[in-house]
């Protein structure tokens, strides 16, 4: 069986893939512009949602500034159905090349590892929704699927 805690670090070009838990709370903090107990809060859960493999959680660092770029969420995990919720956001300033460089790892994560053939998405950015659907994702209702 697939167990998604051991798919951490992922390690690309400039980025750096890794659980909630190896950040430092103010840096998770001024990511996603919350308060250090809510920041608790978010990564404890996030750690027993993927020791239970149901969800599993990156912050996304750039390798030269250590300056978190993006959370992608990977909730719901269903591995009898092939199916879960995708959840992903970008830093404001974030670039194009490094939204390249996620999205083909996460398209190689959610195909080929752990082949994944139908995400609920909820405001998926279209950079993201683009590249599936150029690559045998049909996007229907709010869902990524396999076609």
Known sequence: MIKVK?????ITENLIWDFPSRFKLKTV?????????????????TAKETMSNKSVYWFIEDKRNHQIVSLVAIRSIDFDHNSATLQISFDDNISDEFIQEIVERLFIFVNDQISLSELKVDKIPSKVSNFFTLNGYNLNNNKLIKG
Do not use: C, G, V, W
């Open 6 to 10: 051991s798919y951490r670090p992922f």
């Open 29 to 45: 903090s001024d990511f996603l512009q919350k308060d250090i107990a809510d920041i608790t809060d978010f990564i404890s859960e």
